[in-house]
């Protein structure tokens, strides 16, 4: 049985969002954190925090919404590459999420980070997921 751990973190930040929850907890791993550290970054949620709880380190992020139209900042998060379908682009071709206006987050040889940031770095690698 194969488990996809980041599907798994990207679903539960998704239901929580729909839920409308201010706080979602999430098993923890170090690309996960990477990836929550990417989030912060861009502004997508207010702010995360490690807890050691029994012997299963927790990530608990706090979602941002909009003050008054209570719209979360996170309108669409989608998995890219899977456990049975891996996809990866090179420098030239890393992908636009909303011409623009949403992030891919890369997974490269210097670490996880943006396209933005890839595309300026020149260099390619797996692509995980859409965040706008």
Not at 48 to 53: A, M
């Amino acid at each position: 049985m194969i488990t996809d751990s980041i599907g798994n973190y990207l679903t539960s930040i998704r239901n929580a969002i729909l839920a409308q929850h201010k706080v979602v907890s999430v098993p923890s791993s170090s690309v996960k954190k990477e990836i929550t550290k990417v989030l912060m970054d861009q502004g997508y949620i207010l702010n995360y925090k490690f807890n050691n709880e029994n012997a299963q380190e927790i990530i608990q992020i706090a979602l941002k919404y909009n003050s008054i139209t209570k719209i979360p900042a996170i309108r669409g998060i989608d998995r890219i590459s899977t456990p049975g379908l891996r996809k990866y682009s090179g420098a030239n071709d890393l992908p636009r999420v909303l011409n623009g206006l949403g992030i891919a987050v890369i997974s490269t040889s210097k670490g996880i980070m943006t396209d933005k940031k890839a595309r300026n770095m020149n260099i390619g690698g797996e692509v995980i997921c859409y965040v706008y």
